[in-house]
């Protein structure tokens, strides 16, 4: 079972800020996915990235997979409260396998 | 489309007792899926359904763990002699497709499950 790493675990910030988080791996992933969970709820995609090297922006969220697909990030722009909530990324854990492996998850609040 | 809902959303059981949780899928889904998510974690792969057959099992899920997708359609998961360590939030997902790579999953909002 490949192991996704994310970091940081929690992070706050002021409304208006900007922030990265980040998904490591020493797996080569044919595609990854990032999901925010609110408390309380089950996660919802935002994105799935399939390309060495690819870039998706999402309103203010761009997501980029790494040249060589063993990591990726996440960039917010002028964070707002709204998008506080636990950012998971996740792969399907192999060639085969419907088994989709999540990291812990990094924990961001924005404060007014 | 109603989105994937389960029930109950929260369950609390003494230790030894015997648990089940429902999940209905998003209609025309044929792939459903378990998790389960304790606190500081991320969701942990339980089981996967593709119509009634259930193709792959977590190594780590322990035989006190069934479930069943008899039609196809709504989904069970049973824990039986419950023990505090099973206290964690059991999510349900389903897609539709062929269930290899860049799938979308759509998350229930979970059973949250507290063993005393």
């Known amino acids: 079972t490949q192991l996704l790493e994310q970091s940081p675990q929690f992070l706050s910030i002021q409304e208006g800020e900007n922030l990265t988080v980040y998904c490591n791996s020493s797996s080569v992933f044919s595609s990854l996915q990032w999901y925010r969970q609110e408390p309380g709820e089950g996660p919802v995609l935002l994105v799935t990235v399939v390309t060495g090297g690819e870039v998706k922006k999402l309103k203010r969220l761009t997501f980029q997979f790494g ?5 990726s990030s996440l960039h917010i722009t002028a964070a707002q409260p709204g998008d506080t909530g636990l950012y998971l990324c996740a792969a399907y854990s192999g ?3 419907y088994q989709l492996t999540f990291g812990k998850g990094t924990k961001l609040s924005v404060i007014p | 489309d109603t989105g994937v809902s389960q029930d109950p959303r929260h369950k609390i059981t003494k230790r030894g007792q015997n648990v089940t949780f429902r999940c209905d899928p998003i209609s025309e889904h ?3 899926y378990w998790y389960r998510q304790t606190l500081g974690q991320g969701p942990e792969f339980l089981t996967y359904f593709q119509n009634e057959a259930q193709l792959e099992k977590s190594r780590l899920l322990s035989d006190r763990f069934s479930a069943e997708r008899p039609k196809g359609s709504f989904s069970t998961l049973e824990i039986q002699r419950t023990e505090q360590g099973d206290s964690a939030m059991y999510l349900c997902a389903s ?3 062929t269930g290899k790579g860049a799938d979308t999953q759509y998350f229930g909002p979970g059973t949250r499950l507290t063993v005393l």
């Open chain 2, 30 to 32: 044929n792939r459903l």
């Open chain 1, 95 to 97: 060639a085969g396998s």
């Open chain 2, 95 to 97: 897609a539709s497709g």
């Open chain 1, 67 to 71: 040249d060589a697909r063993k990591d």
